[in-house]
């Protein structure tokens, strides 16, 4: 059974830039363009194989990156008459006041969203069901890990699976129920919680490390564990979810 998992990476290219750049402590004014666009790529390679959606704007993005990256590789300009070197304009200022631009806005929506949280513990007289709703805390299985984040994780280990070789494993033998089971049966080993990369296999191929990524979201879907990091850059750690699951059916929507 083919599965299909549809999950909001990234709102558009802008939010990813400002991830790698918030990621790598970069200065918005003084983007390494070089750098910045190969970390960009190497993410839309990351997202086509988990056949996450990658939009048009994402490949104009990345063609706007690469042209930006060729003009900054160009030889400077001669000096003129007076010995001066004429200085044109820099490649990078349009995107620059792109990505403030967007910052401000996407700044602004997080203060909206807070002011909204806040008058959303504003109760009126009136009896209905909203009012109770915040009041029963609903489960959550990321625990301030976001997609970015597992990206990254997935990212890392994928990297380790291109220096060994891996054993020849037609992609129809791995199934997600297969790895979703075996991912179960590891966290009875790890009684404080199991560290994301130990639920992949040493010598997996890059197909069984994706279905096991594909796996580990199931049981995410379906509550039945729950991620958490300790700090912005500690290492994200697998747990069993609290509370009985067995109220699902085991598709992916």
């Known amino acids: 059974m083919a599965y299909t998992v549809r999950l909001p990476a990234f709102e558009g290219p802008l939010d990813l830039l400002l991830h790698l750049i918030e990621k790598n402590q970069l200065e918005i004014e003084n983007i390494p363009i070089a750098s910045i666009t ?34 900054t590789l160009l030889p400077k300009p001669k000096p003129d008459n007076e010995g001066q070197e004429e200085e044109g304009p820099d490649p990078r200022e349009e995107l620059v006041q792109r990505l403030l631009e967007y910052k401000r806005f996407k700044e602004a929506a997080v203060f909206l969203k807070e002011r909204q949280q806040v008058h959303g513990r504003v109760y009126t007289r009136p009896n209905s069901i909203e009012m109770y709703q915040s009041l029963l805390p609903c489960p959550e299985p990321l625990a301030g890990v976001d997609m970015p984040k597992l990206l990254d994780a997935l990212r890392q ?63 995410l879907r379906l509550r039945q564990v729950e991620l958490i990091q300790n700090g912005h850059f500690a290492e994200i750690i697998i747990l069993p979810a609290k509370g009985d699951n067995s109220e699902h059916d085991g598709t992916v929507s």
């Open 38 to 71: 190969a970390q960009y790529l190497e993410y839309l390679d990351t997202m086509k194989e988990l056949d996450l959606e990658v939009t048009s704007e994402f490949l104009v993005m990345a063609s706007t990156l690469l042209a930006i990256k060729a003009r």
């Open 157 to 219: 280990v994928l990297k380790r699976a291109v220096k060994v070789e891996p054993p020849k494993v037609r992609a129809a033998e791995i199934r997600v129920q297969d790895k979703m089971a075996q991912v179960t049966r590891k966290l009875v080993l790890y009684p404080k919680g199991m560290p994301f990369t130990s639920a992949f296999s040493k010598n997996a191929s890059r197909g069984e490390i994706v279905v096991t990524f594909l796996a580990i979201l199931e049981l």
